[in-house]
């Protein structure tokens, strides 16, 4: 059974820090790993997805990477604001015969001080 | 804006009543799901259909019956529910390839009282 971990649960920084988020996983055998936004109260909002094959992929000041042999991605957040105080998701999608099924991890809940 | 509408966003019923979610999308995505979040969780799988035939179910009780009456919408027919059950149910849709995202509504907040 596919498991996802984040680390770190929580986060609080001063704007403007750089900052990295962690997600691993255990089975390598994925579709394609997702990075999702979610505040408060709302849906999900999907901000980068890396396909299997690939080992990056950038939006703004968004950068996540994919070591797909070593169960790890990361969520780069470039010169953070205010704005960008939200839980952080990942989530990896394994193809079965029966559908994809994507698994998420807990989520780091960031919060970024003006 | 969300390109998945789900409505109501909010729902609150008894737990001898009958009520139903409703999920709707027009991207051309054929598989579409249904998640239950708790607060502080992440979401939880709880149905997919692919191309409107039920594909999984992830051994949801069958309080929760859902339905796929054609490619752009989703429902979720609940009966005789538990306080327990009281969460923010999700829709989600996606077009099939390794390479499209998952996209979800804003949810509909239900309260079993």
């Known amino acids: 059974k596919q498991e996802v971990t984040q680390i770190p649960a929580a986060l609080s920084v001063p704007e403007g820090e750089n900052l990295v988020l962690n997600c691993s996983f255990t089975?390598?055998?994925?579709?394609?790993l997702q990075w999702f936004r979610q505040d408060p109260g709302k849906g999900l909002t999907s901000l980068l997805l890396?396909?299997?094959?690939?080992r990056e992929q950038t939006s703004g000041r968004l950068n996540a990477s994919l070591d797909k042999s070593s169960g790890r991605s990361t969520l780069y957040i470039a010169a953070s604001q205010p704005g960008d105080s939200a839980t952080y998701l990942c989530?990896?999608?394994?193809?079965?015969?029966?559908?994809?099924?994507?698994?998420f991890g807990e989520g780091t809940q960031l919060t970024v001080n003006p | 804006d969300t390109e998945v509408t789900q409505t109501p966003k909010h729902l609150v019923m008894g737990m001898t009543n009958k009520k139903s979610l409703k999920c709707e999308q027009h991207?051309?995505?054929?598989?579409m799901y249904w998640y239950k979040q708790k607060a502080k969780k992440p979401p939880e799988l709880m149905f997919v259909?692919?191309?409107?035939?039920?594909?999984i179910n992830e051994s949801v009780p069958s309080r929760f019956s859902p339905e796929c009456p054609n490619s752009s919408l989703l429902n979720l027919h609940l009966h005789a529910l538990q306080p327990e059950d009281s969460a923010l149910y999700l829709c989600a849709s996606r077009h099939r390839g390794r390479g499209s995202p998952l996209h979800f509504g804003n949810g509909t907040r239900l309260t079993v009282t």
């Open positions: 991207m051309g995505h054929r598989a």
């Open positions: 989530a990896v999608m394994r193809r079965e015969t029966s559908g994809s099924r994507l698994t």
């Open positions: 089975d390598s055998a994925i579709y394609n």
């Open positions: 259909y692919s191309y409107e035939k039920l594909s």
């Open positions: 890396i396909q299997s094959s690939q």
